[in-house]
């Protein structure tokens, strides 16, 4: 059984940093592209980072390009998500997923996690 299983959401002051974890098990880790979406309340869920297979390739959207760095440890099974500079437009429940398909699009994404919520105060 796949789980993907998000930690590090919290509350943070506009300007700050947060880590976040995506624990992936049940799947071949490294054979899957990964990624981090958001949603934020009465918003459609929309893509935030994406990174390959390996690691080596990735790819942001605009509004986080600079502020945020996704990264990953295949040898620990676990994507990472490097958020700094946070805006409270960033507040927003943040899910990992993963798919054999590098995209950006999150309905086409196989499994996800649950979600950790990071709220951003001004």
């Known amino acids: 059984q796949v789980q993907l299983v998000e930690s590090g959401g919290g509350l943070v002051q506009a300007g700050g940093s947060l880590r976040l974890s995506c624990a992936a098990s049940?799947?071949?880790?490294?054979?899957?592209?990964m990624g981090w979406f958001r949603q934020a309340p009465g918003k459609e869920r929309e893509f935030v980072a994406i990174?390959?297979?390996?690691?080596?390739?990735?790819y942001y959207a605009d509004s986080v390009k600079g502020r945020f760095a996704i990264s990953r440890d295949n040898a620990k099974n676990t994507l990472f998500l490097q958020m700094n500079s946070l805006k409270p437009e960033d507040t927003a429940v943040y899910y990992c997923?993963?798919?054999?398909?590098?995209?950006?699009?999150?309905?086409?994404?196989?499994?996800w996690g649950q979600g950790t919520q990071v709220t951003v105060s001004s």
């Open positions: 997923a993963a798919d054999l398909v590098y995209r950006t699009d999150p309905s086409k994404y196989r499994y």
């Open positions: 049940g799947l071949t880790f490294s054979s899957y592209a």
């Open positions: 990174i390959t297979r390996s690691g080596v390739g990735y």
